[in-house]
């Protein structure tokens, strides 16, 4: 697989980017119909689960939001992400941003995500996943939120890439992806097993998407196919922590860990929608992102000093799966939700 790689243009590997420039245990009941309003929601990561808590990104500024809430409020996409739909299955509304907290808003739990954010350090003015473990471990200690609470609680993972971004960018030889991927997992593994310490009994894990299907990474082929040898990064990744999960659960001898097959969610999303791309044509492919900035140097969001528009939209953000370069739009991550459900059946007991 490494040696494949090899054969990658380096424009190619630049290109994978992810938002860093911008960017229960209660009593038993059945399937479906469990509802503990005690259950809290704590996330971790990136773009793909922030909810708000990038002030100063583009997050925050038009077209983002357009179709949920209807303006700008801090998610990279059009409407609702991953983590609006796994608290709406918790039957709780989506928990506060950390940025945005007050002592009022905490009792759903409190997403530490934030766009751009890696296992290791990818932003340079951002948390990395152990600084928002930190903040995490700060509430506890302030008694904010006590064992009980925790108890009954889930938390999400969300680590969509931005660490082979970094890896890339800072130019490190692509014969040792391999090998990073090892280390980043073993990091993951360490903050996986901090967040179940610190009393969180269901922890999901997102396994990695297809990162050569992403739009910035399709440009290469006129976003008429994804690039497989990309896959095989993240199938790399993906086949290592679910070893890593298997292996932690053993040990601890129930099932803590939980990992939600993202990968398998878009790829099989998207070749649905590209067949129905195919029979009929209003549809959108799959593979074109809807928010577009207006040549290379632009991107969704961009307005120049007059405050005029770089970029342009899809006819429908409703039809499409991308909502800009990296970032599903609400539809993809609907679509995406719905093929993760049966599995999430294993975070509420
Ligand atoms: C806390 O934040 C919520 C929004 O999450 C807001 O509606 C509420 O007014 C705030 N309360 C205080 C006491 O600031
Ligand atoms: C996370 O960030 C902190 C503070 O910058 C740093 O001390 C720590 O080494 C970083 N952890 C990882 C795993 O990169
Ligand atoms: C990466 O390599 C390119 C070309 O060799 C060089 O121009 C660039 O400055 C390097 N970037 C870093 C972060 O080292
Ligand atoms: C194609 O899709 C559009 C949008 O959903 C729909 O309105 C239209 O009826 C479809 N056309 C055919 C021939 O199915």
């Not at 342009?312 to 739009?329: I, K």
């Amino acid at each position: 697989m490494v040696k494949h790689l090899f054969v990658l243009p380096p424009l190619l590997l630049v290109l994978l980017f992810i938002s860093i420039t911008e960017v229960a245990e209660g009593t038993k009941k059945s399937y479906g119909v469990y509802n503990n309003n005690n259950v809290k929601l704590f996330v971790f990561g990136d773009s793909y689960v922030d909810t708000g808590n990038f002030l100063d990104s583009p997050s925050y500024k038009a077209p983002y939001g357009i179709t949920f809430p209807g303006k700008p409020a801090g998610r990279f996409s059009d409407g609702r992400v991953l983590t609006d739909y796994i608290a709406s299955y918790l039957k709780i509304e989506t928990p506060t941003p950390y940025s945005l907290r007050n002592s009022s808003n905490l009792q759903y739990g409190i997403n530490f995500a934030q766009g751009g954010t890696g296992v290791f350090q990818t932003l340079t003015n951002g948390p990395n996943m152990t600084l928002q473990i930190d903040s995490f471990e700060q509430l506890i200690q302030q008694k904010v939120y006590t064992k009980q609470d925790l108890d009954s609680s889930v938390a999400l993972i969300g680590a969509s890439g931005n660490d082979y971004t970094a890896f890339i960018v800072n130019n490190k030889s692509i014969t040792e992806i391999k090998s990073f991927t090892t280390t980043l997992i073993n990091q993951l593994s360490i903050n996986i097993q901090r967040i179940h310490n610190l009393g969180i009994n269901k922890v999901a894990i997102g396994l990695l998407e297809p990162i050569g299907c992403l739009p910035q990474i399709t440009v290469v082929t006129f976003h008429l196919g994804c690039v497989d040898l990309l896959n095989l990064v993240s199938e790399n990744h993906n086949k290592e922590l679910l070893q890593t999960v298997q292996q932690l659960n053993q040990q601890a001898g129930k099932s803590v860990y939980v990992t939600l097959d993202i990968y398998n969610a878009f790829l099989s999303t998207i070749e649905t929608m590209k067949r129905n791309h195919e029979e009929n044509s209003t549809l959108m492919n799959p593979l074109e992102l809807c928010c577009a900035g207006d040549g290379f140097k632009n991107k969704c969001g961009n307005v120049d000093d007059n405050g005029e528009k770089k970029y342009s939209l899809c006819e429908n953000p409703e039809l499409s799966f991308f909502w800009d370069y990296v970032h599903p739009s609400q539809n993809g991550w609907y679509n995406v939700y719905t093929l993760l459900q049966p599995s999430l059946g294993q975070l509420i007991g």
